[in-house]
């Protein structure tokens, strides 16, 4: 069990069990409970802070979605996590990235589905075939989207005009692009390469963990990867001034990724990206887990946040 070294703050709404705030082992948790959005639903906010963290300097910002899973496993209902405070504290020690600190932006639960799915993508898609995303479902039978309203632009918008400025107005960071970055794994990773695509003044880099390149869980008869490959071709972020990680395991869910990532991996190259802006990396035998992403969390950090 890692000792309790957090902060709670009651920010635009009331302050939950000590239980929902992670405990980390190196560094400091300020955790947000219910930050309420114009946007979209309230979630909890942790922002990790490095051991040492002082508001006389300046610091990069990551924001990481999925966030309850990032720090604390003793929360989260797999009983996984990143591991971050861990990482990110090697790597500052070392002196090998950037003094930085971590937002992670909890999810919705029931409608992570809708926040996280690219929405201009799937617009583009024909109501007919829609309707083969919307009534998708899990292998346990239960529908992956709880409404047929898609969100992520609107997401997206909770992060960039809400989340960002409260963050770069209450800590001593560094605002602008090439010192803000946004990462996540599965959806998380689906939404991230979307929000760099949609904010390319915001976001300099972007970490897609084991992207989740269907939507749902099947490749069959599934018309959204076609429209997100639409999507990406236009929309690219400039080679000139982004950075972007992706990875994917060959095990569980991983095990679809793999011709979806090297379509993508190809316009990547059309668009101008070469090794010194653009990772792509597979893992053999890795499965679609925190535990997965913990074990390699460090390549796609120091691609970003390093020192070279």
């Not at 239960?142 to 960002?164: A, C, G, P, T």
């Not at 069959?220 to 001034?241: E, G, I, T, V």
């Amino acid at each position: 069990m890692k000792p309790v070294l957090v902060i709670s703050i009651i920010i635009c709404g009331s302050i939950n069990s000590i239980a929902q705030t992670p405990k980390v082992s190196t560094g400091t948790i300020r955790h947000y409970d219910k930050f309420t959005s114009k946007f979209v639903a309230p979630r909890n906010i942790d922002v990790w802070l490095p051991d040492g963290y002082d508001s006389l300097k300046k610091y990069t910002v990551l924001y990481m979605h999925d966030g309850k899973s990032l720090f604390d496993s003793s929360i989260v209902w797999n009983h996984q996590e990143w591991g971050v405070d861990e990482v990110f504290s090697k790597l500052l020690t070392e002196k090998k990235i950037k003094d930085c600190m971590v937002v992670g932006i909890w999810n919705s639960e029931n409608t992570r589905h809708n926040e996280y799915l690219p929405q201009k993508p799937f617009e583009t898609i024909s109501d007919s075939k829609k309707q083969t995303i919307l009534k998708a479902k899990r292998i346990s039978g239960q529908n992956v989207f709880v409404s047929y309203q898609i969100q992520s632009d609107n997401y997206l918008r909770f992060v960039v005009q809400e989340l960002k400025p409260f963050i770069d107005s209450n800590f001593s960071t560094l605002p602008d692009r090439q010192n803000t970055f946004i990462a996540g794994s599965s959806m998380g990773g689906l939404i991230s390469i979307y929000a760099i695509c949609e904010y390319p003044e915001i976001f300099g880099g972007a970490a897609c963990l084991s992207t989740h390149w269907t939507g749902i869980f099947r490749a069959d008869n599934n018309p959204f990867p076609a429209a997100m490959m639409k999507y990406l071709k236009r929309h690219l972020p400039s080679p000139q001034n982004h950075k972007i990680y992706f990875d994917h395991g060959t095990a569980t869910l991983d095990s679809l990724y793999k011709p979806y990532q090297q379509r993508v991996d190809k316009k990547m190259i059309r668009k101008g990206f070469s090794s010194n802006n653009w990772m792509t990396r597979e893992y053999p035998g890795a499965d679609h887990s925190e535990s997965a992403w913990n074990k390699r969390l460090e390549i796609p950090v120091l691609f970003l946040l390093g020192y070279y």
